[in-house]
């Protein structure tokens, strides 16, 4: 007979109330009951007010097992990334979003990890453990990561240069990492507008970068971000 091994919730210990700023969070069932249908309204308003088009498909990894590092201006960028991805794919597909601006009230919080399946990281206090938790979460499988290397969101839609974090989550791993460009969503959606409004957006996927040979260093993290930056102004 074939033996079975019982593999327990990775957030089994973690407090139901601290379950949505947990970076072990897990979907389960509630969650996705929840977040399907949300997709599925969202995706329709993004191709009806937005017109989201994506271009370089090709260039996504067949697993979910990947993070995506793209330029950020808009609310609206999480939303059209994840949109982007196969529906099959709806609970694995991770946001990484401001810990300060989602997470601080418990509504807010509980509506980014049912509703977005948001994961936190604290800008101001962003620790080791958490990188090292989201990045053993994509090593494990079964989880893409979407996110934003600037830190905040562009005030003019001009990109900034990328953090060094990025790096830290990647050096020295087989994770693969793609770039990608979001172009209209600050026009669609900028920071200080109470409402979007129904303009373009397109979003241009490039090739996976990997960085298994690069050091797990201050330079290392510094050369990855430099690199994945580069890689990300040059779909623009």
């Known amino acids: 007979m ?39 309204l969202v ?4 191709r009806l007010a937005h017109r989201l088009h994506v271009c370089g498909r090709e ?26 991805l196969p529906l099959r794919w709806n609970g694995h597909v991770f946001p990484v979003a401001a810990g300060d601006t989602f997470f601080e009230k418990p509504s807010a919080a509980w509506f980014a990890a049912l509703c977005l399946n948001a994961l936190p990281l604290w800008r101001r206090r962003a620790s080791g453990h958490a990188l090292t938790d989201l990045r053993d979460r ?5 989880s893409v990561l979407i996110l934003f290397p600037e830190g905040t969101r562009s005030r003019d839609g001009r990109m ?7 790096g830290r989550l990647v050096a020295g791993t087989t994770i693969p990492v793609v770039p990608a460009y979001l172009e209209g969503a600050h026009r669609a959606f900028p920071p200080r507008a109470r409402c979007p409004r129904p303009t373009p957006i397109r979003i241009t ?14 330079d290392g993290w510094r050369a990855v971000s430099a690199e994945l930056e580069t890689a990300v102004r040059a779909l623009s």
Not at 10 to 33: I, Y
Not at 138 to 142: D, I, L, P, S, Y
């Open 205 to 218: 996927f490039g090739p996976p970068r990997f960085f298994a040979d690069q050091r797990d260093t201050r």
């Open 160 to 166: 900034a240069g990328f953090k060094p974090g990025i």
């Open 2 to 40: 074939e033996r079975w091994d019982y593999t327990g919730a990775k957030d089994r210990d973690v407090a139901p109330g601290q379950r949505p700023m947990c970076t072990r969070r897990e979907t389960g069932l509630v969650g996705a009951l929840v977040s399907l249908p949300w997709w599925i």
């Open 59 to 84: 260039h996504l990894p067949l697993d979910p097992r990947f993070i995506i590092v793209a330029n950020h201006a808009s609310h609206l960028d999480a939303l059209s990334l994840a949109a982007a």
């Open 43 to 46: 995706r329709g308003y993004l």
């Open 138 to 142: 994509v090593e494990a499988g079964h």
